[in-house]
């Protein structure tokens, strides 16, 4: 099985960091190689006002990790230029980045929030407005949802939210989470689940059109009391690393 690992880093359009191993491996100058059956494809997308990863796993299913989004600008980030500039959303930039890179369909299979931060959630900002479909503050998480949607949500406090991970929650950002969910839940088919860290199985592959029946998926436990966690997962299919290079791709 071909096995490749890609780090990329979004600046204008896009500078990344790339290893590749196996077929259609990435080089530097070149526009990146679409992904292919066998492969694990890892993005880190980096605006530098929040957090997101895009993983296109061998069998195609797509999965996207936190979508964090914030435009004022806390001290410890005034030295970091928002990419690729200070008018882009964030969440408007995830979006457009996967879809050029999703094999298949115009929806994301899974999304993964990893903890309650703003940098992985999204920040209630002023500037932010309200979905178009229902009751809840377009930002972060909702507001990629709202751009590309997502057939299936996993968090590590569903549906009750009452757990220490939600402890470094805002009330407001964590009533305006649970009005997206119920919305997205009752009106557009959207699946919720909660994150049992720990146990295998939590997530799988299967979703894309060459499903591999044999992946498994392992969520790590939590590293710290405040609810963040290890991202970390085994598959049946590895990912081999070599040197990073930074570059520029074309989407």
Known sequence: MKNRLIFLS???????????????????????????????????????????????????????????????????????????DSLT?????YARYMRHFMPYADSLDYFLL?????????????????SADGEYVSSGVTALYDQLPFRA?????????????????STASLANYRRFLDYAVAHNGLKAGMLRLGIA?????????????TSASRASAPTAA?????????????ARCGRTEPRAASC
Not at 89 to 93: D, E, L, S, V, Y
Not at 114 to 130: I, N, S, V
């Open 201 to 213: 199985a939590s997530s799988r592959c299967g979703t894309g059109p060459n499903a591999i029946p």
């Open 153 to 169: 949500i996993v968090d590590r406090a569903y549906p009750a939210y009452d757990s220490l991970a939600c402890l470094a929650m």
């Open 226 to 238: 405040c609810g963040t966690a290890k991202k970390s997962w085994t598959t049946t299919a590895t």
């Open 10 to 84: 979004l600046l204008l359009p896009a500078v990344v960091l790339t290893a590749g191993c196996g077929g259609g491996k990435a080089r530097v100058g070149k526009p990146l190689p679409a992904w292919s059956e066998g492969c694990l494809d890892i993005h880190a997308i980096n605006t530098a006002r929040g957090e997101c990863t895009f993983f296109i796993l061998p069998d195609g299913t797509t999965l996207a990790v936190d979508a964090g989004e914030f435009c004022s600008e806390p001290e410890k980030y005034r030295s970091m230029p928002q990419k690729p």
């Open 114 to 130: 990893t903890h309650f931060h703003a940098d992985h959630l999204g920040k209630l900002e002023p500037r932010y407005g309200r």
């Open 89 to 93: 959303r964030p969440t408007r930039t």
